[in-house]
């Protein structure tokens, strides 16, 4: 193993020992997603028997709920992962040790895949079992819109680091919340046509609302959502190589204003 | 000598103008300890900082074992390694595990048998498979020291390394920090505000005020300088000069 491979390695070991025996971590990945599934599918499942005129009802919400919350851990498993290091007060061992930015990086995205496969699997399961909802149906669509809103979500997620970087502790909030700004225009749980005029502007350049437009569209006809899919990897192309540059920028700025050593204080 | 560490007129100005460091130069021997001194303010930490590659100098050079930080960044903190009272390790890890994630980022080789002998060293072996969550302020700096010798670095850097010690377990660190130079020829850049512990551990000082370098030499010598009995008197004469 090189000693690049190595070092990314380390860094994710470091995350994957918190989950032997930290139950806050732990929560973190199973507590919510399950409470969410939990709540909303209930609530979904009621209201599918007040007869809504709507077919699929649950496949539609749950799907939605299920394939939301890969991109939101996608982007939590890099923001959070990194926060982990400024509560601790153990940044600056990791950027004096000769692991690089780059290197950084590829660990924190590896951190955001094995959280996700772990909590994705929890819900996946779940949701088999208390409301026989198998996303599997989707077939092969499924990777290409996974692997789109996990593009999304990393992206948020560098940008998210790369503000906390800059601006300490104080911009912490955002590892929570900016994933959340995005979610009335992806268009999760409704179709981008149910939008004022100015928000489906606006949701034409988020990658997960063609994500979830993709979504029904397999739900509806079985067919392989090729337009959305091209229009979620175009974007997503575009802006995960803007949230590196912006990373990268940051990092500099910070490095020229002294701020690393300050970052969680 | 060899010359480990060479600055030449390094600045840091920050927002263009405020000038924590101005225009200084020094060399860092093999197999030396140096002292970093100075109030509050003098520019030591901006200076560990740009040696460390946290900061980027405004103007001037840094050479380590004579490549530059700015381009070799890599091979040298393969080579170095820093611990402060001021950081920590993640709290939910054993301090096992902690050690094992540097070790593996500094990629050491027989890293389990290395972290025992670090354990033993520092007197903490048999805690460690606690939580860092549970151990004492003075047990974390031990195991921050253990950390920074994972290694074998040619250079350690050591920002404040006794601050949460109690006197006893201070004296045996800097005991150890000695030997362990002389054992194996490391050389240590020390900071600490503890006078005493500076004039004891340090075979050269460099005394830094408001940005610049206003005395450089072994502390007897800047003790002659400044005209005091004792480190700290030369200390306060100089963060007092109306008195």
């Not at chain 1, 997620?157 to 909030?173: D, H």
């Not at chain 2, 390694?81 to 070790?103: C, D, G, K, M, R």
Request: charged content about 20%.
């Amino acid at each position: 193993m090189s000693a690049r491979s190595q070092r990314i390695l380390a860094y994710t070991i470091r995350h994957l020992y918190l989950y032997k025996r930290s139950l806050p971590r732990l929560m973190e990945v199973f507590y919510w997603p399950v409470l969410d599934l939990l709540v909303w599918g209930f609530v979904t499942v009621y209201l599918s028997r007040q007869g809504g005129d709507l077919p699929q009802f649950v496949t539609f919400f749950i799907g939605a709920l299920i394939l939301w919350d890969m991109l939101f851990r996608s982007q939590q498993g890099i923001s959070v992962s990194f926060l982990e290091d400024v509560w601790s007060r153990n940044l600056l061992n990791i950027f004096v040790s000769p692991l690089s930015a780059t290197e950084y990086i590829f660990s924190l995205l590896l951190l955001s895949i094995i959280k996700l496969i772990l909590t994705s699997t929890v819900m996946i399961t779940l949701a088999w079992f208390l409301y026989q909802f198998n996303i599997f149906v989707m077939g092969f669509s499924l990777i290409p819109l996974v692997a789109n809103l996990i593009v999304m979500g990393w992206a948020v997620g560098i940008v998210t680091t790369a503000l906390i970087l800059r601006f300490g502790q104080e911009a912490e909030v955002l590892a929570w919340g900016v994933a959340l700004l995005f979610q009335p225009v992806s268009a999760v749980f409704y179709p981008v046509a149910v939008l004022p005029w100015f928000l489906r502007v606006i949701a034409n350049y988020i990658p997960a609302a063609h994500v979830f437009e993709g979504m029904r569209v397999v739900f509806t006809t079985g067919a392989f959502p090729t337009k959305e899919i091209v229009w979620a990897a175009g974007l997503n192309v575009v802006y995960i190589a803007l949230s590196v540059l912006f990373f990268y920028w940051n990092f500099k700025v910070v490095k020229e204003k002294g701020l690393l050593a300050k970052v969680g204080e | 000598m060899n010359v480990l560490v060479e600055v030449k007129g390094l600045t840091k100005a920050f927002n263009g103008f405020k000038l924590a460091v101005d225009d200084i130069s020094f060399e860092m021997y093999e197999g030396e300890i140096l002292g970093l001194i100075g109030p509050n303010g003098a520019g030591k930490t901006t200076t560990l900082q740009m040696l460390l590659g946290l900061t980027t100098p405004t103007a001037g050079e840094i050479r380590i074992f004579g490549l530059d930080i700015g381009s070799a960044r890599e091979e040298i903190l393969r080579q170095v390694n820093f611990s402060s009272s001021y950081i920590s390790l993640p709290f939910s890890l054993t301090v096992e595990e902690n050690l094992t994630v540097f070790s593996r980022l500094y990629n050491v080789k027989e890293h389990k048998k290395r972290i025992r002998e670090l354990l033993s060293i520092f007197e903490i072996l048999d805690i460690k498979d606690t939580p860092t969550r549970r151990l004492s302020s003075g047990q974390i700096t031990r195991v921050c020291l253990c950390k920074a010798l994972l290694n074998n670095p040619r250079i350690l850097f050591l920002d404040e390394p006794t601050a949460s010690l109690d006197p006893d377990i201070a004296d045996k660190t800097r005991t150890l920090l000695r030997a362990i130079k002389k054992e194996r020829g490391l050389s240590i850049l020390y900071t600490s505000h503890n006078m005493k512990e500076m004039e004891e551990m340090c075979d050269r000082l460099i005394f830094m005020d408001k940005g610049r370098i206003i005395a450089a030499g072994d502390p007897e010598s800047i003790m002659k300088k400044f005209g005091g009995r004792s480190l700290e008197e030369v200390f306060i004469k100089i963060a007092r000069p109306g008195q």
